[in-house]
């Protein structure tokens, strides 16, 4: 049973650039969070999407943005990159009344 | 707010002995849920173990064991029997209400190296 796919795992971008993440989801879960690790610090919400909809947003700037499909796999988008942006990006799965699983995130750096 | 304390950056074990790694959380929520997740270098967090707030019996999964003082607001982890595959960051984080509804907020970590 695949657990939850995220594409690509290393990523460098230069300041202004956008970048877009991919998270394929455990199978059966419908619903997909994305979180911000900052090196040495622990993980922070970004957002949730269920039924292809934003259900929650965190404490970031609209620059970051996603997309859930049909088929619960999910993007993160995020604008005009900055050298703060550099971070591991955690994608985790859910479905209602179960735990996360999570991926092994995407390394993004801003140059 | 909720906010999710680990004041141990670092902390290191004898292989086969035990060690306890501290949490505080500050929440005026009276339904949530605490855990505790091991980041290993393959980057994945895996949860290690989970507890109910409602819950007063502590819980414990094999090895691992917590120490849930409600009122103290302090959710501690104890291994026992450390192995070689335990070295990992670990993080203490806390959810409102019901499993999978809601999102995580997680500490700063402590990385725990076990020394054969």
């Known amino acids: 049973d695949a657990g939850v796919t995220q594409s690509p795992t290393h990523l460098i971008k230069t300041r202004g650039q956008q970048v877009t993440l991919r998270c394929s989801p455990k199978?059966?879960?419908?619903?997909v969070s994305w979180y911000q690790q900052a090196l040495g610090q622990g993980p922070q919400f970004i957002f949730q999407?269920?039924?292809?909809?934003?259900?929650q947003r965190g404490n970031f700037p609209d620059r970051f943005s996603g997309h859930q499909f049909p088929n619960y796999s999910s993007e993160l988008n995020v604008n005009a990159l900055l050298l703060g942006d550099s971070a591991l990006y955690l994608c985790?799965?859910?479905?209602?009344?179960?735990?996360?699983?999570f991926g092994s995130g995407t390394r993004l750096t801003v140059v | 707010a909720q906010t999710v304390t680990q004041s141990q950056p670092e902390m290191s074990v004898q292989e086969a002995e035990t060690v306890t790694l501290s949490c505080t959380y500050d929440?005026?929520?009276?339904?949530?849920?605490l855990f505790w997740y091991k980041q290993p270098p393959s980057r994945q967090m895996i949860l290690v173990i989970r507890q109910e707030a409602y819950k007063q019996q502590n819980a414990t999964e094999n090895r691992f064991s917590v120490n849930f003082q409600k009122a103290a607001k302090s959710f501690s982890l104890k291994i026992s029997d450390s192995q070689l595959g335990d070295t990992a960051m670990y993080f203490c984080?806390?959810?409102?209400?019901?499993?999978?509804?809601?999102?995580?907020?997680f500490g700063t970590g402590t990385r725990l190296t076990v020394i054969p």
């Open positions: 199978s059966g879960h419908d619903t």
């Open positions: 985790a799965s859910s479905l209602e009344r179960y735990g996360y699983t």
């Open positions: 929440t005026s929520e009276n339904n949530y849920y």
């Open positions: 984080a806390f959810m409102k209400g019901k499993t999978g509804a809601n999102n995580l907020f």
């Open positions: 999407y269920y039924e292809e909809e934003e259900r």
